[in-house]
């Protein structure tokens, strides 16, 4: 079992940066592949962004291609997502998600879930 806390989100203009940081409970975090997810007001949650447990591979819903890296450090059992270029449209609640199995970009592909941070980025 692992237990997933989101911090580092804010309140930034349109054009600026986050680094958002996802912490881990739990000795075999690198076991997990991570995923971020985010929902906006009176929207469904969805896919940003994942890692797998290797690092050999990540993948971006394409809205934020370019803009979005995700990456890990497993010996600090943290995933990350640096948010470069915000845009109005990028004001969310962001999540983030870990499963043994491998992830994915469904939200039935992750066990667990952090309570979320709010990203508010204004125009």
């Known amino acids: 079992q692992v237990q997933l806390v989101e911090s580092g989100g804010g309140l930034v203009q349109a054009g600026g940066s986050l680094r958002l940081s996802c912490a881990a409970s739990g ?28 690092i050999d ?20 059992n943290t995933v990350y997502l640096q948010m470069n270029s915000l845009k109005a449209e990028d004001t969310a609640v962001y999540y983030c998600a870990a499963d043994v199995h491998g992830g994915g970009r469904q939200l039935y592909g992750y066990e667990y879930w952090g309570p979320g941070t709010q990203v508010t980025v204004s125009s």
């Open 27 to 54: 000795r075999t975090f690198s076991s997990y592949a991570m995923g971020w997810f985010r929902q906006a007001p009176g929207k469904e949650r969805e896919f940003v962004a994942r890692i797998s447990r290797s």
């Open 57 to 76: 591979s990540s993948d971006y819903t394409d809205s934020v291609k370019g803009r979005f890296t995700i990456s890990r450090d497993d010996a600090k």
